[in-house]
């Protein structure tokens, strides 16, 4: 076999792989809409409200999520790439993340404490395995040119989605310990998660954010929810969400210029 035919087995998207991504993209947008149909509890129903819970169109995001998951998996299956050098491992993370976010509709839905939470948990793992895995090298070696719009396309769609679970995360544990045991209006607790998110959310985007941006832009936007329910109700949880997102941006400034220093 030759170089060439070789680089393009590596890199070409098993379809049963592609396609079941796809199916699982449409499931995880299908799910809400059936728990309402079936009467269930909605999400923001089902947990507690903290100082630290973000506004409520904050969670419209979730609609551009679901969108973007399903252009990318149609595109992924016609073009049978992601623009990455490992495809597989890609798919399989955003399989678990898909399939995890319909389930957690489910245990949301049905009040099911503590399951959102670990879910959610799973979700992250996967989605920042497959953040690291679409900012890697690209696809584009000889044999396998995938078109650059395909790269921007996956990296913007696991990039927000990666962000978004990150801060969600955080919520859905304080939530749960809100529930079983902490103080809802005690903010000394839940500042310490609220910094955690940042921690986090600022130490991927140093290390990914130059070719993912859309991982620090959907963190800013879970931190002006925040900051715009906090107003009037709690100065620490304001002035906390400021600084995150000065952090933030401080981490993507670093992350774009090393990725300048870095380009060829």
Do not use: C, K
């Not at 009467?39 to 923001?44: K, V």
């Not at 399989?95 to 489910?106: D, E, N, P, R, T």
């Not at 790269?151 to 962000?163: E, F, K, S």
């Not at 290390?207 to 900051?227: C, D, E, H, N, Q």
């Amino acid at each position: 076999m030759s170089s060439s035919a070789a680089a393009s087995t590596t890199h070409r998207v098993p379809v049963g792989l592609a396609a079941l991504v796809l199916v699982l993209a449409v499931a995880q947008a299908a799910t809400p809409a059936l728990s309402t149909v079936l009467g269930g509890a909605q999400p923001d129903e089902s947990t507690v409200d903290l100082l630290i819970t973000p506004a409520g169109w904050t969670f419209s995001i979730w609609g551009l999520i679901y969108l973007l998951a399903i252009v990318t998996a149609l595109a992924v299956l016609v073009r049978r790439s992601t623009g990455s050098r490992d495809p597989r491992r890609l798919l399989v993370a955003l399989a678990v993340a898909q399939a995890g976010a319909a389930l957690w509709i489910v245990f949301s839905a049905n009040q099911m404490s503590w399951f959102t939470s670990v879910t959610l948990t799973v979700m992250v793992v996967a989605l920042l395995d497959a953040a690291r895995t679409a900012a890697g090298p690209t696809g584009t070696t000889e044999g396998d040119e995938s078109p650059r719009w395909l790269t921007l396309l996956v990296r913007t769609t696991v990039g927000i989605y990666a962000a978004w679970a990150t801060a969600a995360v955080f919520q859905n544990w304080a939530s749960d310990l809100a529930e079983a045991t902490l103080d809802p209006t005690d903010v000394r607790w839940q500042l310490v998660l609220l910094v955690g998110s940042v921690v986090l959310g600022a130490a991927v985007t140093v290390l990914l954010g130059g070719r993912l941006p859309g991982y620090p832009l959907a963190l800013l936007w879970a931190l002006t929810g925040i900051l715009a329910e906090a107003r009037g109700d709690s100065a620490a949880v304001l002035v906390t969400a400021v600084a995150g997102m000065v952090v933030v941006l401080a981490a993507l400034v670093v992350a774009l210029r090393r990725e300048r220093s870095l380009a060829p």
